[in-house]
């Protein structure tokens, strides 16, 4: 069992609230961290899964149930699949306004989280559970094989590597044929693999709407609408550009990662360490790790942005706190990095206070241009927590 550091914000919020909702994409232990929660809490519990029938037909008739059970911390897992329920939650919270009723999990979907902020709001808190980060599983694995496997714990884990790149092609395609359809995505498979692919190609650049269109006989505004369904899944996030009080033109599109690098290399059909060291993605795909690794562990008041200007200036993350730049990271699959004039403008438009390199497996020192250089381990248990 690996202790996921979620686990302990989950303890707090459903000290506060009467629900919790944890979401995230599919199989990436969202179940297994409401199971373990239960154990440790004295009130009495009861979990519902709206994929087994069993558990549906107990919510025939979902006032009378809930209500009979109202003493107890009630766990419903795939909520998703029946939207219903949130004006139902809302009425019983309402009737008895204690924390710790309901604990919801559901993979993302604009539906679900319509509903439940106009339903729950004031009486909901949200946790996303992302793919183990590094940190989770240090004691178990190494950075490369996290780095090559992603943080989905079928995949990482699995004792033979055929058995992982066989979970990721069977998740891929359960997705495809199968989730981002119930989630309202309507679209052809074939297209939507493509779709995903020409992403996981674009990986860490920025995005074209109108370009990736016109490779797949679509409308720019129609590859947005897709684009937002699988970022609403949880498969691929956005970085927004910072340009707050900045007064030199900036580039304005968003970049796009996908938010496993597992997914990622099976979508560019990598299937080794060493096929990846002589990809030409393997650059991205180092980016794309570290930014999902450092997401993962952001703290409600930071946020992520990169900056890039029309000369050629750039910045690979910029942390904001309140609106205002406080640091910057600059992401290199290299062990002997060194701070580019570009990067150093960068540094001097944004004024941040604390300046990093983040490397595979560097060692920690100061650059002359005082920007500091360290293996992503390292920034993540001994630097991000100060920013």
């Known amino acids: 069992m690996v202790d996921r550091i979620l686990s302990k914000r989950l303890e707090y919020l459903t000290g506060k609230f009467p629900v919790v909702g944890i979401i995230g994409p599919r199989q990436v232990g969202k179940t297994t961290l409401a199971k373990e929660f239960l154990k440790t809490i004295t009130k009495s519990s009861l979990y519902l899964d709206l994929e087994k029938t069993s558990d549906i037909d107990k919510l025939r008739d979902p006032e009378l149930f ?54 729950l709001a004031g009486r909901i808190a949200y946790l996303e559970l992302c793919p183990f980060n590094f940190i989770e599983i240090k004691n178990i694995t190494d950075v490369k094989r996290h ?14 590597a055929e058995d992982g790149w066989l979970w990721l092609e069977n998740f891929i395609n359960t997705y495809i044929y199968r989730d981002l359809q119930q989630l309202g995505l309507k679209a052809d498979a074939a297209i939507l693999r493509r779709l995903w692919e020409m992403m996981a190609w674009l990986n860490g650049n920025m995005l074209n709407y109108q370009l990736i269109g016109k490779s797949l006989d679509l409308s720019g505004p129609t590859i947005s609408t897709y684009i937002s369904f699988f970022e609403n899944a949880f498969l691929v996030r956005k970085l927004q550009p910072f340009h707050y009080n900045i007064k030199k033109r900036l580039v304005k599109s968003p970049k796009i990662y996908l938010n496993d690098t597992g997914i990622l290399h099976k979508l560019l059909r990598i299937s080794d360490y060493d096929q990846l060291l002589g990809h030409t993605s393997v650059g991205a795909s180092w980016e794309a790790y570290v930014v999902n690794q450092i997401y993962s562990l952001l703290t409600k008041d930071l946020e992520l942005f990169f900056y890039r200007t029309h000369n050629g200036a750039e910045v690979d993350i910029v942390f904001v706190k309140a609106l205002q730049p406080v640091a910057t990271a600059e992401i290199k699959f290299t062990s002997m990095p060194h701070p580019s004039k570009g990067l150093i403008n960068c540094i001097q438009d944004l004024n941040s206070a604390n300046n990093y390199i983040i490397t595979p497996f560097s060692d920690d020192y100061l650059t002359s241009a005082n920007i500091r250089v360290c293996s992503l381990p390292v920034f993540l248990e001994k630097y991000l927590d100060g920013i």
């Not at 795939?78 to 009737?95: G, M, S, T, Y």
């Open 66 to 119: 809930l209500s009979n059970n109202s003493e107890k911390c009630i766990v419903i897992d795939e909520i998703q699949n029946k939207p219903e329920l949130f004006p139902l939650l809302r009425a019983l919270v309402d009737e008895h306004r204690v924390p710790l009723r309901y604990i919801i999990l559901g993979s993302a979907s604009p539906g679900l989280l319509r509903q439940s902020s106009q339903s």
């Open 147 to 160: 780095h090559l496997f992603g943080g989905f714990p079928e995949s990482l884990l699995s004792e033979k």
